[in-house]
């Protein structure tokens, strides 16, 4: 079983090798800053956001209330997805990635400048909701412009293992993410970490500024990109139409079933770099600088394995690769949860080891096969749509249902049920998108 890519190749033209990779290493960079940005805020969530903005009479209440927080940057994701979309498939990748990482950096920054409620009230909750916002705008943004700017220039044959550079952002930003809580835990007390330390991670994501700024100055606009301006030009104006329009009237199908097919990953990364960390640290009495410093280590394993499994989906082709990942989350769900209820560290990290290996099967191939789904004059549009329904329906809702569900059944088994049921739904579109384009 596999997938024909839908749209063009990429054009013959060569492209200098330095170009490729300045603009492959931008793409790269853009994605672990904004990543980085958005992780720093759920590490945050589970251990002390909900103490400082959301006082409750118990720590489950005021823990649920930093998860809802968490979930409301992932319902502001499609609101990026669309704008940018829209105007990346008429303006253009680059100026929108450029806006997006600029809203990150604000955005981030001032969540790491926010007075608490013991300070201004009722604001803190408030404002730190509506920053949480703006960051998830930018997040949506972002992914569909530094993904293009990676697979639009990527050579002949090579467009997995290029889009695979703008996915090794998740891991490299988690573990930038936990190595600075790390070390702010390290050089603070636990009283000296929840009244500052715990702003350092914010303020440092300040520096995406500067990359911003990089990309605007010195990345050229995608050579697909500029050949779809090109062939949009030559059309009377009247003729012109918008590409969110075009999506929603002829290709809705697919971007619902790109959303299915990967939201069981968005929702099992969350729940285990989020929903986990509180867990094992809240229920378990585990310590959460041995949490964080597992959940470290197996980001690092994902700079190999993404990759990998782009360069086999460029060989043996994506929907391949990508069942393969989907089958294996869909397996380990219960042994996953078997083992992290053991309290034992070494389980801990064997269990999301694990985890992680299927993770990264489907993570790695998936930029270049949303990217196929679509032509380049839409592509911005359908690949950030098909991405951001993922993520809103499978993480940004997944740690607070994590807690839910603890609460409601006293089982981790119930988590795992729910990783199993997204799983079936992943696997059931990716089928019919298989099917689909056997049928072209």
């Given at each position: ?320 690769i990508y069942t393969i990942g989907a089958i294996g989350i869909a397996a380990w769900a219960i042994p996953l949860f078997l ?102």
């Amino acid at each position: 079983m596999d997938m024909a890519p839908s749209a063009p190749s990429l054009p013959t033209t060569a492209l200098p090798t330095v170009n490729r990779r300045r603009v492959a290493t931008a793409a790269a960079l853009a994605s672990a800053v904004e990543w980085y940005d958005y992780f720093v805020f759920g590490i945050a969530a589970a251990l002390v956001l909900g103490d400082l903005y959301f006082p409750a009479g118990s720590s489950t209440a005021g823990v649920l209330a930093s998860f809802a927080t968490f979930a409301v940057g992932f319902l502001a994701r499609p609101i990026g997805g669309i704008v940018a979309g829209h105007l990346g498939d008429k303006r253009g990748r680059k100026p929108m990635l450029v806006l997006a990482l600029t809203l990150m950096g604000l955005a981030t920054t001032g969540i790491g400048l926010l007075p608490t409620y013991d300070t201004i009230g009722v604001a803190a909750p408030i404002l730190l909701v509506a920053l949480r916002v703006v960051q998830g705008i930018a997040v949506g943004a972002q992914w569909g412009g530094a993904m293009l700017l990676a697979t639009e220039y990527a050579p002949e044959g090579k467009r997995g293992i290029y889009g695979s550079v703008v996915q090794l952002g998740v891991p490299i930003g988690v573990v930038t993410a936990n190595t600075v809580f790390l070390l702010a835990g390290a050089f603070t007390t636990d009283t000296g970490f929840a009244a500052w330390g715990w702003r350092v991670p914010f303020l440092i994501g300040l520096f995406v500024l500067a990359l911003a700024w990089y990309i605007h100055a010195k990345v050229e606009e995608t050579p697909e990109f500029r050949e779809a301006e090109r062939a949009l030009a030559e059309k009377e104006k009247s003729e012109q139409s918008s590409p969110l329009r075009t999506i929603l009237r002829g290709h809705l199908g697919t971007v619902l079933l790109a959303g299915g097919s990967f939201a069981v990953n968005t929702a099992t990364f969350y729940i285990l770099i989020t929903g986990v960390l509180d867990y094992t640290t809240r229920e378990l009495d585990m310590k959460k600088s041995a949490v964080l410093t597992v959940s470290l280590c197996v980001s690092l394993t994902q700079l190999v394995l993404i990759p990998a499994a782009a360069a086999l989906s460029d060989r043996y082709g994506r929907i391949r690769i990508y069942t393969i990942g989907a089958i294996g989350i869909a397996a380990w769900a219960i042994p996953l949860f078997l083992l992290i209820d053991t309290g034992s560290l070494l389980w801990l990290a064997v269990a999301t080891f694990v985890a992680s290996c299927f993770l990264s099967i489907m993570y790695g191939p998936q930029a270049a096969l949303f990217a196929e789904l679509f032509t380049p004059e839409m592509r911005y549009t359908g690949a950030s749509l098909g991405y951001q329904i993922a993520a809103v329906a499978g993480g940004g809702l997944a740690p607070f249902l994590m807690v839910l569900l603890l609460e409601a059944t006293g089982t981790s088994m119930a988590v795992s049920g729910y990783i199993i049921a997204l799983s079936v739904i992943a696997l059931i579109s990716i089928k019919v998108l298989a099917g689909r384009a056997r049928s072209h």
